[in-house]
């Protein structure tokens, strides 16, 4: 599986933008998808996520309501919106692809995913 992050980009606090992963190599409907991010000298921390059908989606405590995590299975391609961007959410954003039978328990554990993207930078400016 390969998965390619885009949409990064430096915005002012208050403003929008939206992350796109699209994967290929693999059927995209057979697999759980989920974004995390790194912000320099911290550990990567989980963002959202959501079940191969979209009929379980989970975020982060500090990005719900701001951010919607969601899925095109017929482009290939999981999305991010977020809004209400913090200077906080700074950070290198990373999708990852999960096909384990665990993932609804361990959707929040870096670990529990199989496949990562190279990461899009988004910087919110104060």
């Known amino acids: 599986v390969q998965l390619q992050a885009s949409g990064g980009g430096l915005v002012q606090a208050g403003g929008s933008l939206r992350l796109s992963c699209a994967a290929s190599?693999?059927?995209?409907?057979?697999?759980?998808m989920g974004w995390f991010r790194q912000a320099p000298g911290k550990e990567r921390e989980f963002v959202a996520a959501?079940?191969?059908?979209?009929?379980?989606?989970y975020y982060a405590d500090s990005v719900k309501g701001r951010f919607t995590i969601s899925r095109d299975n017929a482009k290939n391609t999981v999305y991010l919106q977020m809004n209400s961007l913090k200077p906080e959410d700074t950070a290198v954003y990373y999708c990852?692809?999960?096909?384990?039978?665990?993932?609804?328990?361990?959707?929040?554990?870096?670990?529990?995913?199989?496949?990562w993207g190279q990461g899009t930078l988004v910087t919110v400016s104060s």
């Open positions: 959501i079940s191969w059908s979209g009929g379980s989606i």
């Open positions: 990852a692809a999960d096909f384990r039978p665990t993932w609804g328990s361990n959707y929040y554990y870096r670990h529990e995913y199989d496949y």
């Open positions: 190599g693999r059927t995209f409907s057979s697999y759980a």
